[in-house]
């Protein structure tokens, strides 16, 4: 047996990295650009030379097919957890959350393990549906949210309704760093609210590199812009009799959201959000168990799982467990526990992600993401740690909104179905139900969006040689029921109860009405809800109720 010797490191170390790292996700609607501000911020970090290097032009499109396709080619988007790079001293993480229009849980789990979020918003459309959710997701979670309003080099909304729109329909209230000088679509500049004065940015050919940066006081940019620049600073000084400046306290808990306005193409305005990152965004903090408890980030190693994969590396099938690190140092080779099952897992392969380059990890800190491989026993909610036990609270499962039959379009390849679809249930792709009607072979598949059901097709088809066959069930509401209700509930019109692999009985029913009406008829019947909503009527309410403007 080899002995795997542990590195020292001390407690003021471990607080040195943690305090170093802003580990933080991206959220939009499909098409607001965040791919294309992905590869501006690697550039502006020197990260990588030009754009381009990292997503072709094909993987920039949000599109079912150009997923699909980027998910056969492994591209970053789909199959990377985190792009780690260095600004200026400080170790920024960027976790992907999924690029399709879907809500799926596989995005609220990602958040589960960032720091904060970045809201990008395309300028000429505001806040859209995908936006929204992803927004209410990050309520839950309490993250701080940095707003970047992208495409500011075309047409768009009026800065002020774009802070009015923000504001009541987030309730977070904006309090911008920078204010375009010149309408959307004329974008020459920001004025820096921070720290007065003009940022003029001049595009590079192509935009392929980061653009050029000049700053001017404020006096000479009057004489410069002349009309502009009065309006900018009108505004400017509107915002701040209006209260609607930067205060780091309110950020942190999630009560204002710093905007940057920028055009990612052009590479406009991104250096700015790295600066806002650096100096705003929290590091990793203590985070609590699920006793409420805080284990601390200079503690010993923890983490928990918030992705699996496998089949990331075609030449060899693997099985890729993704921790966030929540304390102390990893070191690869440490044997850790498994805080669901009390046994030891060895870390041997554990790597970190650039692009679609992988690299072995050595050592991780607090906010970091590593990969671990051959992690088949390791799923999703996971909690690792070293010495000490410690569980984190488990990510929620969500009710799932959509059901189909699923069977093996060649019943010869009945073992490969079963084993892609135990698979696929295990990394939480799917929602996996049977019931003894439909028997054992047949089971339903449940997902909380349509789209995941494509995820299920091309995964079956590649990863497991499996072709399927699927069949849309015509049901819309799930509900939590027990074993007392379930057998007045099967004999109802409407209504079919299946038992989901994590032993949950659930009820489904045609449609909400149906269900209000079984609801109505049997009050006595046990029909419990599933999992925390991410529909935004809550939320646009409570901001509606809320506003401070
Ligand atoms: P996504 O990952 O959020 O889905 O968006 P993505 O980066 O793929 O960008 C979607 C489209 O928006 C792309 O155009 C991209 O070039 C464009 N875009 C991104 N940022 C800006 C910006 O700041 N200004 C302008 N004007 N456009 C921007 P496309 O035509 O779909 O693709 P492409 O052929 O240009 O790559």
Redesign the pocket.
Known sequence: MTHQTTPTVSNLDILAQAHKRRTFA?I?????????????LLLHAHAIDRAGAV?G?A????TVSDWMAMEQARGI?VTSAAIQFEYRDTVINLVDTP?HADFSEDTFRVLSAVDAAVM?V??SKGLEPQTMKLFEVCRQHGLPVITVI?????PGKSALDLMDEIQDRTGLVPTPLTWPVGLAGEFHGVLDRQSPGFVRFTRTPGGATAAIEARTTATAAAAELGQDWTNAAEESALLHAEGHDHDEALFLRATTTPVLF?????N?GVHQLLDALVEFAPPALARADITGRQRPVNGDFSGFVFKVQSGMNASHRDHVAFVRVCSGMFHRGMVVTQASTGRPFATKYAQQMFGRERTMAEQAWPGDVVGLINAASLRVGDSLYDSEPVEYPPLPVFAPEYFRAVRPADTSKHKQFRRGIDQLDHEGVIQVMRSDLRGDQAPVLGAVGPMQFDVVEERMTHDFGADIRMEALPYQVARRTDRASAGRLGSLRQVEVLTRSDNTLLALFSTPWRFQAVAREFPDIVLENLSPSVEMESVEGAARGDKRR
Do not use: I
Request: proline share 3%.
């Open positions: 991206v939009s609607h499909p098409d607001a650009g965040k791919s294309t501000l992905t590869e501006a997503h032009k993987g920039r499109r949000g988007s690029g990008l395309d300028a992208n495409k500011w080099d075309r920028c055009a990612a193409v052009l406009f």
